[in-house]
């Protein structure tokens, strides 16, 4: 008789994992006050503000300005930056697509670095490697939460006069030596989108410690408007990437909550590491010593297909899945993405013969995701997300031959 699910046996778990959003009466008072108010938006706000004041300091900054989402806080700042026809940024491939689309459309040419083998976020020696006299700037991306090396990307920053970006749109709340992502670099950009450890549906923020980017910033996102300026005084070129009182309301209040769901989620990805951990072939992302603080948007393994005596990464994951377990494995490089073959500015590589081997081993071969919300339930959630990749490994002879 059949022991996995996948063929026909009983499922490790049946249960469904801990919903997303977590939404409570607070959350519809901050709506109806919003309604009660009369003040939804425009030239009037006061959630707005407030978010920003409040989120900007969570993120040890002193600079908010609030956006439509994370992709286009990524695109103002670079903007900002001065990015432009032919000048190069250099990021990783292994990102949401955003991170390099929000180059293109600032007609730059995005530079795609590897990734560490063993954090999978963008290795710092390939970031010093791919500098050129073209070269704009570098976006560090805190992929799953976990903050990149940013001792190292900081140094590379200054020695170059090169700005650092911080894409940390799964990062909230995240930290490097005690000090939150998005305050390292010239300017940070969050996202608020629907699957995000805050979440108003959609969203974005840029946070800045420097005036005159948060200045610019403000400008480009207002219709090009400067502060304290009047309302149809316009001395820059900008567009309406204005937030909502809305969102700004719902994320005041769960911002409320997000402090003790990161504590929860730190808790549990502790304990699911230590027991996966056990298990050979399975391997988390590694976590450096300086992450004081880790987002856990993802929780990421490494699966090691030899000792699954080569049963695929895919292959496996199907297994999990059948367990009651739902996982993915993640993004594609990005230079495989044919949207960059005809978007390109001229003098760009040709993305359709680039391999970076780290970052299509983690693609292709390594990566498995598990999503936040799996992290915010209890212990025996996590129990039973152990008892199924073990049951796979046990098993994996009735898997290979099936």
Not at 71 to 98: C, K
Not at 156 to 176: F, N
Request: aromatic letters at 8%; charged letters at 20%; glycine letters at 8%.
């Amino acid at each position: 008789m059949a022991q996995l699910a996948i063929l026909g046996g009983p499922r490790v778990r049946e249960k469904a994992f801990h919903s997303w959003p977590v939404v409570d009466e607070s959350d519809r008072k901050a709506i109806v006050e919003v309604v009660e108010s009369g003040l939804w938006g425009g030239i009037e706000q006061r959630k707005v503000p407030e978010f920003e004041k409040q989120f900007s300091a969570f993120q040890d900054c002193d600079y908010g300005v609030s956006c439509t989402n994370g992709t286009h806080a990524l695109e103002i700042v670079l903007r900002a930056l001065g990015v432009g026809i032919g000048d190069e940024v250099i990021l990783p491939p292994y990102t949401f697509i955003a991170t390099a689309t929000a180059v293109l459309l600032n007609n730059g040419i995005p530079v795609f670095a590897d990734i560490d083998p063993e954090t999978y976020l963008i290795d710092p020696d390939k970031v010093e490697a791919a500098i050129t006299p073209k070269t704009k700037a570098i976006i560090a991306v805190h992929i799953a939460g976990q903050p990149c090396d940013m001792d190292a990307l900081v140094h590379i920053s200054k020695k170059h006069g090169i700005p650092l970006v911080e894409d940390a749109a799964q990062a909230h709340g995240a930290e490097w030596a005690g000090q939150r992502v998005g305050s390292f670099g010239v300017a940070g950009t969050f996202s608020f989108q629907s699957s995000k450890n805050l979440t108003a549906g959609e969203g974005g923020m840029i946070v800045t410690n420097n005036q005159e980017i948060y200045d610019r910033c403000w400008s480009i996102h207002n219709v090009g408007r400067v502060p304290g300026g009047r309302w149809y005084e316009h001395p820059n070129l900008g567009a309406n990437y204005r937030m909502t009182e809305w969102q700004a309301a719902i994320l005041l209040s769960q911002m409320k909550k997000l402090p003790e769901q990161m504590q929860v989620r730190q808790a549990n990805a502790s304990y699911l590491t230590s027991k996966l951990e056990q298990i050979p072939g399975i391997l988390a992302q590694k976590r450096p010593e300086k992450i004081t603080s880790h987002g856990y948007h993802l929780y990421i393994f490494r699966y090691d297909s030899k000792t699954f005596d080569g049963i695929s990464r895919n292959r496996f994951m199907e297994a999990l899945s059948a367990e009651g377990i739902p996982c993915f494995g993640g993004y594609t490089p990005l230079y495989r993405e044919k949207a960059f073959y005809a978007c390109v500015s001229e003098g760009a590589p040709d993305y359709s013969n680039l391999h970076l081997p780290i970052s299509e081993k983690a693609s292709d071969d390594e990566g498995v995701w598990l999503t936040q919300p799996m992290l915010l339930g209890p212990r025996s959630d996590m129990d039973s997300i152990v008892q199924a990749v073990a049951k796979v490994y046990e098993n994996r002879a009735e898997l290979k031959d099936a």
